[in-house]
């Protein structure tokens, strides 16, 4: 990426992060990572697997209403070949949460027998739900718990202020202590962190994205680009790309010349609407 500008992140605070969450992995028995399926690497945190060490773990694949399917079903299998359970989820619209229970038992269910064995019925299983900012993580906590949000409660080992959730009597979930981040510093992670939206916009240069985006788009989705916005060339260089599509959407300044940053944000937004069409940018294998 030589062309690529320097962003620059936050470096995060994953000190305390990780020590909130170390506190509490004797309390839980599962964690379920929510991923953007759009962007299933960049979307991670790159400390967490480090931090739950051998604690069973789940991913769910969100915003799987965005991202390829074909793509998010290679991720799947590319999950289970790491004996990692990975379901593919629509949290704004619920669309495959009906899984979570089912695949919570199947994670967990060494440990189900062990309690039917000792007769320790009723006892739920705890969940700590994990994600970078803007995942999707509160939409799925309200999804699968509503608003369950369980009282300040005096529970041995419970850290008071850690936010509980109950699905139902057999299952809870506690809300990340602490904010995750993601992989800042790395650029390509940066660039695509905000080709999602999930990085503001006001941090990089959006000609510049915008014509990153398009240079990928042509490259692995370029029926997606024809289709959408009419133009039957994606062999020309992305700054081209980005001047002819916003001269076909009327983007013209004096001079005849492309308006590339209003074009720029009608692409990234286009994008992040999934006008343009359902679109994974990283692939189970290449980029993990
Ligand atoms: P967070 O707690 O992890 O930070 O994320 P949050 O649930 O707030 O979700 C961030 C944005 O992603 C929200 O959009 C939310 O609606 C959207 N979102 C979450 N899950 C899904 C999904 O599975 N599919 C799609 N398409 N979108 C999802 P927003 O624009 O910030 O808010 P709003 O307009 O929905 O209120």
Same mark, same amino acid.
């Given at each position: 990426m030589s062309d690529a500008q320097n962003i620059q992140w936050f470096p995060g605070h994953m000190t305390r992060t990780r020590r909130q969450i170390e506190a509490q992995l004797k309390i839980i028995d599962a964690v379920a990572e929510i991923v953007d399926a759009r962007i299933p690497v960049s979307s991670r945190n790159p400390d967490l697997a480090g931090i739950i060490a051998d604690k069973p773990h789940l991913i769910l694949l969100n915003k799987c209403d965005m991202a390829d399917e074909k793509a998010t079903a290679e991720w799947i299998s590319y999950y289970a070949k790491q004996k990692i359970p990975a379901i593919a989820v629509d949290c704004r619209s619920g669309k495959? +949460? @009906?899984n979570f229970k089912d695949a919570v038992k199947n994670l967990l269910s060494d440990k189900l027998r062990g309690y039917a064995e000792k007769g320790m019925v009723g006892k739920p299983l705890r969940v700590m739900t994990v994600g970078i900012p803007n995942v999707g993580k509160s939409s799925f906590i309200n999804r699968i718990a509503? *608003? @369950?949000? =369980?009282? %300040? $409660? *005096?529970?041995?080992g419970v850290t008071r202020g850690n936010q509980w959730f109950t699905v139902d009597r057999q299952l809870e979930l506690l809300d990340t202590p602490g904010v995750l981040w993601p992989k800042f510093e790395d650029k390509i992670v940066g660039e695509r962190l905000a080709f999602t939206g =999930? %990085? @503001? #916009?006001? %941090? %990089?240069d959006v000609e510049w994205l915008a014509m990153r985006l398009l240079e990928i788009l042509a490259r692995d989705y370029p029926q997606m680009l024809v289709s959408r916005y009419?133009? #039957? $060339? +994606?062999? $020309? #260089?992305s700054y081209e790309l980005l001047c002819r599509i916003g001269k076909k959407r009327g983007m013209v300044i004096r001079g005849g010349e492309t308006d590339t940053e209003r074009a720029a944000n009608m692409v990234l937004e286009e994008y992040r609407n999934c006008k343009i069409g359902r679109i994974t940018l990283e692939r189970a294998g290449e980029n993990a």
């Open positions: 495959g +949460l @009906s509503g *608003n @369950s949000r =369980a009282k %300040v $409660e *005096n529970r041995p =999930a %990085v @503001s #916009d006001r %941090v %990089v009419g133009i #039957d $060339e +994606l062999d $020309e #260089d």
